[in-house]
């Protein structure tokens, strides 16, 4: 059974600055360690994501960082790099390591997501460790100064196949707390047959539909684990990847208006592929407001995403999911022929 933090009741819980236990300076990881660091700059996404792909490679990792990717973390709006993220570099001005610290907002759990690596000629030598711990510090200073009331979390995303990463953050006091699944189907099999409930139509997603979209995607997920609220400014940066042409939304015209019942955002990420030895395209997220849930919405969205993937010559459709979904998705994705490939774990500290 998936373990679910328990949420202290805001009456009882000591401010953040206190409960966050924020180190009050820290100090970059030491000289012993034979690496110079200072803050990450965006001249650095070149080489940066090349230490990515070095870590990816060594680790056998199935899905990968593209450098569209990498520049959109280092100009995202919720990293400061000058406070929030630090490389080291090597006598040669090589980049070994990499640390970032990003805060996301939240109605129910505030939360800092860290980023980190080093390149696995550099390892067993403490590296690690250090850059875990600036990580940490970091995270616990940001989480103090939002002053917030809410359960704050420190969290870490590790492919399940990433053993390094993994007894790194173990070792550091993190615990595993929720497992998300990565899924395949075969666009060469037949397509199930998913009729659509009276009065429900599937459109291709439009700029016009974005913000309906988003306010139904903030009343599909409210129930989900891990899931806030986006913002209209959040929701705006979108990733690199997203795809209109594979993306739709599903409309209830029986009502004097239409009304987004569901919809289904898709990517395309070319820089897994080859790791993965297959094309895909990604459902990267589908949601169904309650009020239609259990109607087949889900079923009939993705069928339509894979008829959109087969033509554009894509061998599989792809997704992923949180094995503990409330909503019932692990099974529905498996009935229509979806399978497991591989994992992420998520490890945590709770505040």
Not at 82 to 100: E, N, P, Q, V
Not at 150 to 169: F, K, S, W
Not at 305 to 310: F, L, V
Request: aromatic residues 8%.
């Amino acid at each position: 059974m998936t373990p679910v933090a328990r949420l202290v009741p805001v009456s009882t819980r000591e401010p953040i600055a206190v409960r966050a236990d924020p180190p009050a300076v820290i100090d970059v990881p030491p000289a012993h360690l034979e690496l110079i660091w200072r803050p990450l700059q965006l001249r650095d996404a070149t080489p940066l994501h090349g230490l990515l792909q070095a870590i990816e490679t060594a680790e056998g990792a199935r899905e990968r960082q593209s450098y569209e990717e990498v520049v959109e973390l280092l100009t995202g709006p919720l990293v400061d790099l000058g406070s929030d993220s630090l490389g080291g570099f090597d006598d040669a001005g090589t980049i070994r390591a990499y640390a970032l610290v990003e805060v996301r907002p939240g109605e129910k759990v505030l939360r800092a997501l860290l980023r980190g690596g080093v390149h696995p000629r550099w390892r067993g030598r403490g590296i690690g460790r250090a850059v875990l711990s600036w990580m940490e510090g970091r995270g616990r200073q940001r989480l103090a100064a939002s002053g917030t009331e809410l359960p704050t979390r420190l969290a870490v995303m590790v492919e399940e196949g990433a053993r390094d990463q993994r007894r790194l953050y173990a070792a550091g006091g993190f615990s595993p707390i929720r497992w998300y699944t990565s899924m395949r189907r075969d666009l060469s099999a037949p397509m199930p047959q998913t009729p659509l409930p009276e009065g429900l139509q599937i459109a291709p997603w439009h700029d016009g539909l974005d913000e309906t979209v988003r306010l139904a995607h903030n009343e599909a997920f409210a129930d989900h684990w891990g899931s806030e609220p986006f913002s209209a400014e959040a929701w705006a940066h979108q990733d690199a990847h997203f795809t209109p042409g594979w993306s739709f939304v599903a409309l209830d015209a029986s009502g004097a208006e239409p009304e987004v019942a569901g919809y289904l955002l898709s990517g395309r990420y070319p820089q897994d592929w080859a790791a993965l030895g297959y094309t895909c395209g990604y459902a990267d997220v589908v949601g169904v407001r309650p009020a239609w849930r259990r109607q087949g919405v889900a079923a009939a969205l993705l069928v339509t995403a894979m008829a959109a993937y087969r033509a554009a010559d894509m061998e599989y459709a792809c997704l992923r999911v949180d094995t503990a979904n409330p909503t019932g998705a692990l099974g529905l994705y498996e009935r229509l022929g979806y399978q497991a490939t591989h994992g992420y774990v998520m490890y945590s500290v709770e505040i």
